[in-house]
């Protein structure tokens, strides 16, 4: 034997259980709010929407006093503080289309379930066309973690919308998925889990039986989190597509600024934590975009809405470069981001169809 090779064998013993060890230990969360539209995120607060009386519902006057200020960087600052304080210093935002990095829809449709299935899949299948889709044929990322043996029985998804169980194939997939107005006695077993519990049942439906509102889905995520401790975990906000439909851009951008604030806490929770700190990386995106070109049409996405497409992501955490925003020209993929978090890992994660 060369010496060479005796020495590549000694460092291949010596080093890799602790690589495996460090691999095995890395804890991830991908985090989503639907349709929060790329605008908002970079420029802040739109006052040519604040104008048009339909969409400020009269309240106009606080919206300015609370988002706006001349300066850009101030300006989206005060939309979105923990965006633009911590997470551009420490982490890494993309999608700025004015500063040249296009994040973008690789599917056609530009809706939700094939948004969130290009999410969560790393590819896309045109068959995948409906918002009713059934139960999805192509296993997911956290079902792929589900299976390896240092995460099996530590993955969870907490969502707003029900079409979660389907999105996620809860059933193949084996790891609770609690979305909409979920029901789940096993992980209701404390005063504080009981309690939103029955807040949620009892709460007041704005979105009808099939989404709750984000309060709901946030702190039953937040106290899982904090009580069971999971090494992959996927929590998804709806507010900010619902109020977008509506038309009602005061709510919108309450909804993204709570959703801001909501994403600090668990940064905040995840970043001191003996069990997460220094050992988890976050990925938070959208599923599609919203109308800009024409202005009304910011209500709405879909084919017809032939500027929805761009998006954004950030990623803040384990092995993930504190670049800032990102500026320089770039053209990334909606199906690429879930490999880039399985990277930063250490894993290779592939798709498969399951019929």
């Not at 989503?32 to 106009?60: C, M, P």
């Not at 995948?128 to 998804?157: C, D, I, M, Q």
């Not at 979660?164 to 998925?177: Q, T």
């Amino acid at each position: 034997m060369s010496k060479h090779l005796f020495l590549l064998l000694i460092f291949a013993c010596t080093f890799s259980p602790i690589f495996a060890q460090t691999q095995d230990d890395h804890r991830v969360i991908v985090i989503t709010t639907d349709g929060y539209r790329w605008q908002e995120l970079f420029h802040g607060i739109d006052t040519s929407l604040v104008k048009v009386k339909r969409f400020s519902k009269g309240d106009s006057a606080r919206l300015m006093t609370q988002y706006w200020s001349t300066d850009l960087n101030e300006r989206r600052k005060k939309l979105m503080p923990f965006f633009w304080g911590e997470l551009a210093s420490r982490g890494q935002i993309h999608g700025n289309r004015d500063a040249g990095s296009l994040v973008d829809n690789s599917n056609p449709y530009w809706f939700s379930y094939p948004g969130y299935s290009e999410i969560l899949t790393g590819q896309v299948d045109i068959a995948v066309n409906s918002n009713e889709y059934k139960p999805n044929p192509h296993t997911n990322f956290f079902e792929f973690l589900n299976k390896l043996p240092a995460y099996k029985g530590r993955v969870a998804a907490f969502a707003a919308w029900d079409a979660f169980d389907r999105i996620l194939n809860e059933k193949r997939a084996g790891f609770p998925v609690v979305n909409g107005f979920d029901s789940y006695p096993a992980l209701e077993k404390d005063l504080e889990s009981k309690l939103v519990a029955k807040m949620l049942k009892e709460a007041f439906k704005p979105f009808g039986t099939a989404e709750s509102l984000d309060i709901f889905t946030h702190y039953k995520a937040l106290h899982y989190l904090k009580t069971n401790k999971p090494k992959a975990l996927f929590i998804s906000y709806g507010e900010t597509d619902e109020f977008a439909h509506e038309g009602a851009y005061n709510h919108y951008l309450d909804a993204a600024h709570q959703f801001d604030a909501w994403v600090g806490e668990i940064w905040n929770f995840v970043n001191t934590d003996p069990d997460y700190k220094g050992k988890t990386t976050l990925l938070i995106t959208t599923d599609h975009g919203r109308g800009d070109a024409i202005k009304y049409q910011w209500t709405s996405h879909g084919e017809k809405v032939k500027d929805c497409f761009g998006i954004w992501y950030a990623m803040i955490g384990k092995n993930v470069p504190s670049s800032g925003e990102m500026k320089s020209t770039e053209h990334v993929y909606q199906k690429e981001l879930i490999h880039k978090l399985s990277s930063a890992m250490g894993l290779k994660f592939t798709s498969e169809k399951v019929n």
